[in-house]
């Protein structure tokens, strides 16, 4: 999978060759094909008997569906599928216009940081040292440099230099048979258990071995009683030593641990999400700001009715309305989607009215100010764009022009051609 993080803007999202819009709170789905829908629809129609293998979607890919090609859209899951599937049945469902220049202009964005992060990646293996070959014989290496490491006092014991005991066992064993070194001697005629004595407190001084020794004195030495024997067995047994165990003091310590589970390290805490606050009342009123258009005269009113939110907005040469069909109740978060609305307007420079499926919106309501964004709104050039902006609630005394509330914006959403 590639690493490259999607490219962004407003709510739809450009990722791996496929373009995805994002219906809140955290719902991405990706624009299905119309060969890919009319599959579906037809493997929906089926009789029940066929349709147990089919996985029926939920309302929010529905929704989703319908914003990927420019049809208004609903929460009600029978309403967009049925809304989706006439598109469909009629052959008018296509890709808008401004949804395809997004996809192209996040496509390219997309691609530009992919080929960043490849080369990225490329220049830190390449500043990565390289590791030198394994030599061939290993083992004959690794031997080679513990002997090496053997400090110079051992090495002369094992050679016999400057241990009168080890060089006359060699002297005598010379003449043996075997594998002989250096110093001609054999190694199967030394017996190392004789030549030292090994005690906990280190190796003691080297005695005479038995190939110093004379056949005679060998004739003549006495035989070894039991209790010597068992001297020799028991001074090379090795017995482990005693592991030391902490001891317990009267405050019930061991070890530097306390068993008083008060005392014990505590787990680090965990703090509960911190809870939503409901919003304020909703009739207010806001100064409109966007970049990269004039809104010395902007503003926007809105009014609440029931669960709905209705309102009056004035940016730039447009003049409309807005519909919110479900009323915000908590105050939105910075990953928290915006709540859709659809609006209408009259451009009076232009003398041309908007209203369709496509112009939708989306608004995030804070404690004391609005934002949000205004699809598919006709610039200057006659070009579709989405206009962000942001809004700060002002004061009652500070509005222009005569009170309106819900009643006046129905009547102007009417008035403009569109019935709910």
Request: charged share 30%.
């Amino acid at each position: 999978m590639d690493s490259t993080q999607p490219a962004s803007r407003s709510s739809f999202e450009y990722y791996n060759n496929d373009f995805y819009i994002v219906i809140p709170p955290l719902h991405r789905h990706r624009r299905c094909t119309i060969s890919e829908l009319d599959d579906f629809f037809n493997s929906s129609t089926l009789s029940s008997s066929d349709t147990d293998s089919v996985k029926d979607r939920p309302a929010h890919w529905y929704r989703a569906q319908l914003i990927h090609y420019g049809l208004r859209p609903t929460d009600n899951k029978g309403t967009a599928a049925m809304r989706l599937l006439g598109a469909l049945r009629c052959g008018e469902l296509s890709v808008p216009q401004h949804l395809a220049r997004l996809e192209e202009d996040l496509k390219r964005e997309w691609q530009r940081h992919a080929r960043e992060e490849e080369k990225r990646s490329k220049n830190k293996s390449m500043s990565e040292p390289k590791l030198k070959p394994m030599p061939e014989d290993v083992r004959t290496i690794g031997v080679w440099n513990r002997w090496n490491a053997v400090s110079e006092e051992a090495k002369s014991l094992y050679r016999g230099v400057d241990t009168p005991g080890l060089g006359a066992s060699c002297a005598m064993a010379g003449s043996g048979t075997g594998t002989k070194g250096n110093l001609e001697f054999s190694m199967s005629d030394l017996d190392i258990n004789d030549c030292f004595e090994f005690k906990s407190g280190g190796m003691s001084k080297p005695r005479q071995g038995r190939a110093a020794e004379s056949a005679d004195a060998r004739q003549m030495k006495e035989p070894v009683s039991r209790i010597a024997a068992a001297r020799r067995v028991e001074s090379k047994t090795f017995v482990a030593p005693e592991l030391e165990l902490p001891l317990e003091d009267p405050m019930g310590r061991i070890g530097g641990l306390e068993k008083n589970p008060s005392c014990l390290p505590t787990p680090p805490q965990t703090y509960p999400s911190l809870p939503k606050v409901a919003l304020d009342a909703l009739n207010a009123s806001y100064k409109i700001e966007s970049e990269g258009i004039d809104t010395h005269d902007s503003g926007l009113k809105l009014r609440l009715e029931k669960n709905s939110v209705w309102g009056a907005f004035k940016l730039a040469g447009v003049e409309g309305v807005i519909f919110m069909r479900e009323r915000p109740v908590y105050v939105s978060r910075a990953n928290d989607g915006g709540c859709a609305f659809e609006w209408r307007g009259v451009d009076y420079m232009e003398s041309c009215t908007y209203a369709g499926p496509e112009c939708l919106g989306e608004m995030r309501f804070f404690e004391r100010g609005v934002e949000g964004t205004f699809y598919n709104v006709i610039s200057d050039s006659s070009e579709r764009f989405d206009c962000d902006f942001s809004g700060r609630r002002i004061s009652v005394k500070n509005e222009t022009g005569a009170p309106l509330d819900a009643y006046d914006f129905r009547g102007e959403y009417f008035r403009l051609g569109i019935k709910l």
